[in-house]
C-alpha cells in the first residue's frame, strides 16, 4: 500500500477531515490533498507528527507491503484427478499466500513453493480424501515454514462450493466463479482478479485489506473487534448490510437495487470503503 494510501486510510479510521488533520499537524489542507493524492510526501518533521498522532511508525507508513509474492526456488506438486462435481473442504497449516486458478485439465494441482526449505517432501504432507461429491485437502506444514506459498489449481466446471480453513497472510483468487468460498482463520490480504460469486470470511480480531479489479457478486465480512478494508473501482454501485453488535461502515455509498453486496457482520467492527 502506497503512503497516499495509508495515509487517507488512517485519517478516515480516525474520523478527521483533510481540514482536521491539516490543523492538528500545523500545515495546508492543499498538503494534506497533496499527499493523499500521491504527488508528494511530507518531510521528516511532519512524518515523525504523523506517526505520533496515528500511534503508528514511520517506517510503516513510507514501506509499501508486498501483497503477492514471486515464484520461489523449491517446489513440489502434488495432483488428483477427478470427474465430477466436488465440495471442496481444505484445511491448510499457517503459510503465507494461496493462490487459487482454474486448472486446464481435470485434475486438482497443489504447488508448494518454499526459499527457505529444500527438502518440501520431508516437511509438508498433503492428502486428498475423496468422498464422491466432497473432496478434503489436508495440507500440514509439519516445520512450520514461514515463507511457503501454495498455488492451487481447480477445475472451473467441478467447483461447487469452497470451504477453506487456514492462517496467512494473502489469498488470491483469479479467473474464477465461485458459488460460494468462505474462509475461516487469519488473513491480512485478500486479492480478487477476474473472478465473481460469494466469499465469506470469518475471522476474530484480525484486520483484513480486500482487493478487487472489480466487485461482481458478494463479500460477507464476519469480525470482532478489528477492521477490514474494501477497494474496488471507482462508480462502481453495491449494496450494503450491516448485522451484528456495534458495527459499522465508513465511506460507503448504498444502492438498494445492485446485486453487489458487502455484508458486515460480527461485533464491534469497522468495514471501510476505498475507492481504487
Known amino acids: 500500500m502506497q503512503f497516499s494510501e495509508k495515509l ?29 493524492s500521491g504527488d508528494g510526501i511530507p518531510d521528516i518533521e ?15 507508513l513510507v514501506k509499501e507491503e508486498k501483497e503477492i509474492t514471486i515464484d520461489k526456488n523449491y517446489k513440489e506438486v502434488y495432483e488428483l484427478e477427478i470427474d465430477h462435481t466436488k465440495h ?13 486458478e482454474p486448472s ?36 500440514k506444514n509439519k516445520k512450520k515454514i514461514s515463507d511457503i506459498s501454495i498455488k492451487m489449481f481447480l477445475p472451473q466446471k467441478y467447483i461447487d462450493e469452497i470451504e477453506l480453513k487456514s492462517k496467512m497472510k494473502t489469498l488470491n483468487i483469479s479467473d474464477l466463479e465461485l458459488n460460494k468460498l468462505e474462509y475461516d482463520g487469519n488473513l491480512k490480504y485478500l486479492n480478487v482478479l477476474n473472478s465473481k460469486g460469494k466469499i465469506v470470511l470469518n475471522t476474530t480480531k484480525c484486520d483484513i485489506e480486500a482487493n478487487y479489479d472489480k466487485l461482481d457478486g ?39 437495487e445492485s446485486t453487489n453486496v458487502i455484508e458486515l457482520n460480527g461485533v464491534g467492527s469497522k468495514l471501510i470503503v476505498i475507492k481504487k
Open 8 to 36: 487517507k486510510m488512517l485519517r478516515k479510521e480516525n474520523g478527521f477531515t483533510q481540514e482536521n488533520l491539516a490543523d492538528k499537524l500545523n500545515v495546508s489542507r492543499q498538503a494534506i490533498t497533496k499527499w493523499e
Open 46 to 60: 511532519n512524518l515523525k507528527q504523523i506517526s505520533i498522532l496515528f500511534n503508528t511508525t514511520i517506517d510503516e
Open 88 to 100: 471442496f473442504d481444505i484445511n491448510i497449516d499457517m503459510i503465507n499466500e494461496l493462490s487459487i
Open 104 to 139: 486446464k485439465e481435470e485434475k486438482i494441482v497443489l504447488e508448494v513453493s518454499s526459499n527457505e526449505e529444500e527438502n518440501l517432501k520431508d516437511s509438508f504432507k498433503v492428502k486428498f480424501d475423496d468422498i464422491y461429491n466432497k473432496l478434503d485437502i489436508d495440507v
Open 218 to 256: 458478494v463479500l460477507e465480512v464476519n469480525t470482532f473487534n478489528s477492521t477490514a478494508r474494501v477497494k474496488f473501482p471507482e462508480n462502481q454501485e453495491y449494496k450494503t448490510i450491516l448485522k451484528g453488535v456495534k458495527n459499522e461502515f465508513v465511506d460507503a455509498i448504498n444502492t438498494e
